[in-house]
């Protein structure tokens, strides 16, 4: 239950805020764009705390008029519309927590994407171009950017590699939840025999964060380069254009091997920014991570969270046992929506329950 004192809380502080922003001189521009933004994500649960506020107060006195009103009809209307409202306060409560449910600060930040063929040879590289189309397209719906980084294709189609980054409003808050392993049971276009294989291709979402939300230190990193592997003939690579990054403290590594040196160092360094995000993220979630990992999942790409069977046409996600029978939907990106929004509705019950309880 929301107490009234937690409703105050909310009125103070956004009277706090208020004043604060009445004064800008008083502050410089980083913190006033701060200030600013936390105002306007707080209005909108303002105005939930007060219709809350407001229902409990008209209850209230509808119990005291119906305590003291003698005309049976006035009686009747009053109970009529006490029923109603004390019927209605379980709904303003669930949006109010809803809306008071931490917010993940990565949520808005945009997105990279890697996706690399594992188990499966062949097959798990066409695997592996499968699920980057149904990203890419599922991107598209929700009006985001994806822009290519670097890529390593493989022979029958496919890559054995792929890194983009993803761009748009809450790509992070929906893309997270699809970190660890896939697994596709189909049969191979190769197979003369039929049968069934097995196939699996890793994916890891990180937030791309701001340069200043990671501190960096020169004397902290190592920049080797080193000859870039080419397909061969007149395109094989003959400079040292490839480059490798170590985060000495952290011992995370990158490496970038496109064509252009200075290319490279801006895609390693983009990489490892975001790592670095990701490593200290991982550190504070803490036991966090370790109590919500059995159910939605902790996002290590060592976890098998999904697997597309084609031949029953169906896709189940392991982490909130959830099965579709809308293979082809998904993939397309089209169905790919009401898998994520599970995911996000579990993790919110989830954390709706530990606020509850005082976690």
Partial sequence: M???EKIQQLLDRQSYLEHALGDPTSMDNSEFVKISKEYAELEPVVAAAVELKDARQEIFDLAEMMGAEEDAEMKAMAMEEFLELKANIPTHEKALSMMLIPKDAADDKPAILEIRAGTGGDEAALFAGDLYRMYERYAQLQGWKVEGISASTADVGGYKEIIASVKGVGVFAKMKF?????????????????????????VAVMAEPDEVDVDIKTEDIRIDTMRASGSGGQHVNTTDSAVRITHIPTGIMVVSSEKSQHRNREIAMTELRARLYQHER???????????????????????????????????????NLTLHKLDQILVGEGLGEV???LIQEDQAMKLSAMEEGF
């Fill in 2 to 4: 929301i107490t009234d």
């Fill in 282 to 320: 991982d550190i504070v979630e803490g036991e966090y991570a370790e109590s919500r990992k059995s159910q939605v999942g902790s996002g290590d790409r060592s976890e098998r969270i999904r697997t597309y069977n084609f031949p029953q046409g169906r896709v189940t996600d392991h982490r909130i």
């Fill in 178 to 202: 699809e970190s660890g392993v896939h697994r596709v049971q189909r049969v191979p276009t190769t197979e003369s025999g039929g049968r069934i294989h097995t196939s699996a291709a890793t």
């Fill in 340 to 342: 994520i929004d599970a």
